[in-house]
């Protein structure tokens, strides 16, 4: 079917061909000459028609069956419906990952329900991650701990102790260290104790057993501890207002997905829903003057960041919309004085300023940029930023050894991603 009728103007070559399941249909990239339109696009060409174009800005393009159509934009991939009788695309693309590395050629591929690609993380022979502090001009410091499989970060309330989690051979636990001191402590020994977050206070952290489905706290030398939140479906931390008297966390569930609640820990009232509806809610996080709440949905078709008072009131998008990475992992500044908000989107760390006076937040400011750890949904924070206004990083200890990811349950997890097709 490859012949010297394929080229149309401004086309420089054709790679990644797929023949779809009738026999008759080929799936290709055509690459173009740089200029003012993008560089490759997607095209689709059945037997004794023309070639035409099916996503522009897209490559790599893999049709795995039940109407489902994965893609590479950047170094994202992502998936949507294909309709094999008509040759079109239906509804927006969902993004699947966004750490794809992009070296001219793709990277990836999946067949039956794996996909395996490789990412743009580099491993040690431990996968190792070593913390820096990372100031606002992008300059980096590192702390003196020795590398590990380090995940979730959060700094103590005076940015004084450094509570973590560490992945040993798949199991979780948190630890707790000194950032200016070498040496690590172990506090939680059940495999399945996950992002910690420090209390206003100082004087717990605040933990997720995931096996169990509940939130407990425990003291900072792991001798005490209380359970706070049992939940009845996968749950997470938010955070907790400056008083204590309010812990706002997430909890999975199967009519609204994912929402934000509030309950006051120190009573036995019930706890209430806060964010509900039929999108997903992730990472609540409270202001440090208690007033405000920011959360990720996907209410629009993409995880955005929203802003809105913490007692009633409307949200806000705060976060600029990018098909190619989506914003993710938001954290407060720790000053009341000059609130900011701080998220992630790709490489690029982004900062919100949020005035006092109810005028409306800022529109979001690029702060710095690199290649820092992150992996995982739009709530896992893999970075805290101190009193001081320094952020802590993790950093993959590099050895130039590709990374691998092999995701099991591929038609899944693009299922749960898609909208339904109406027809």
Known sequence: MVGPGFHSAGELNHNSPQLLPDGQTLLYTARRAYGPHPAARLMIKRAGAAATVLLEDAQAGQYIGNSILIYQQGRSLFATHLNVDTLAVSGRGELLFDDVSMDGRPRWTAGGDLLVYRSLLYRSENDGRQFVWVDRHGQEVPLPAPPRRYAAPSLSPKGDRIAVEIEDEGKFDIWTLDPDRPGLRQITFDGASRYPIWTPDGAHIGVVHRRQNKLYWLTPDGRES???????????????????????????????????????????????????????????????????????????????????????????????????????????????????????????????PVPGGGRPPLGPIRVFQGDYYSIGGPGIVNFDVAPDGRFLMLKPVENHTPHLTVVQGLNRLARERLQPIVR
């Open 226 to 352: 209380r359970d706070l939140v049992q939940g009845k479906f996968s749950i997470w931390f938010g955070s907790w207002a400056p008083d204590m008297r309010t812990l706002v966390y997430m909890e999975d569930n199967d009519l609204t997905r994912s929402d934000v609640w509030a309950v006051d820990p120190r009573s036995k009232a019930e706890p209430q829903s806060i964010v509900q509806s039929k999108a997903r809610e992730y990472a609540g996080r409270i202001s440090p003057d208690g007033r405000w709440l920011t959360y990720f949905s996907d209410e629009s078709g993409q995880y955005q960041l929203y802003l809105r008072p913490l007692i009633g009131g409307q949200p806000v998008q705060i976060s600029s919309g990018d098909k190619r990475s989506r914003p993710r992992e938001a954290v407060w500044s720790r000053n009341n004085r000059q609130l900011e908000v701080f998220y992630r989107q790709g490489p690029e760390m982004m900062v919100v």
